[in-house]
């Protein structure tokens, strides 16, 4: 069953076409991998598919109900999350506090209900124990009193993913999430998520470049070139597809 599904999306810069007819079907629950050389339109789609840019034209599907149009925020608000190749923590918050600020359903929030204690105080509770939880999954737990800016670039990346995972998100877009980032960490970010998607049914669509590391855990591929998708299917497959590796070696 498909939760995003892309059709006939086109974007032009001026007289620049960057997305050219994109056609895409993501199914729940898995693990989806974005490849293709720099250049060929794959951070400009997640842009699109997120809300913060508007397709010119085609259409996005998202758990039954159409969002092309919509912006960042409100695609945010459909379980739709996306998170950023360079992380933008509250650099001065504790990790936790992080957490804790990324959840929704908080009655305490209103402004009505804020003066009554009784109103939200296990609405707090659930949303801390959850915060705990999730910090758990993505190993910083150890890390949860730190300011974030403080943490390691990897760890940054983990604080990411679960800063998304706090808000509910159905689906997570995630931009490089190991750009810079030393292998073994690379691994354990991937193994997070690949753990996640497996246990907690939430479904990915990972850009990645570092195809030696990142394809591995994919349970499918999209490959890119000049605006287009030119091969999908399982990592072995797309790879060595004549296409895909004339877009990354030349002819």
Not at 12 to 33: A, C, T
Not at 175 to 197: M, R, Y
Request: net charge negative.
């Amino acid at each position: 069953m498909s939760i995003l599904s892309i059709s006939g999306i086109i974007k032009n810069f001026g007289g620049l076409r960057v997305l050219d007819g994109i056609d895409m079907e993501i199914e729940k629950g898995k693990l989806y991998q974005l490849i293709g050389p720099n250049g060929s339109g794959k951070t400009t789609l997640i842009n699109v598919v997120s809300g913060l840019l508007k397709p010119d034209d085609g259409k996005i599907i998202f758990d039954g109900n159409e969002i092309t149009n919509k912006g960042l925020l409100d695609t945010y608000q459909t379980g739709l999350v996306r998170t950023w190749q360079i992380p933008q923590p509250f650099n001065t918050l504790t990790t936790k506090e992080n957490f804790l600020i990324s959840s929704n359903g908080n009655s305490g929030e209103s402004f009505l209900v804020a003066p009554i204690k009784s109103k939200w105080e296990n609405d707090e509770k659930k949303i801390s124990d959850k915060s705990e939880e999730i910090m758990d999954m993505v190993n910083l737990v150890g890390q949860k009193d730190n300011a974030s800016q403080n943490l390691s670039g990897g760890q940054q990346k983990l604080l990411e993913l679960g800063r998304a995972m706090m808000s509910g998100a159905s689906m997570i877009l995630m931009d490089e999430p190991i750009a810079g980032v030393n292998p073994t960490l690379a691994h354990e970010i991937f193994e997070k998520i690949s753990n996640i998607c497996k246990k907690q049914k939430i479904t990915f669509l990972i850009v990645e470049h570092r195809l030696d590391i990142a394809l591995q855990y994919a349970d499918h591929i999209f490959a890119m070139n000049r605006g287009k998708i030119i091969a999908q299917g399982n990592s072995d497959d797309v790879i060595k597809h004549p296409k895909v590796m004339e877009s990354y070696l030349g002819d």
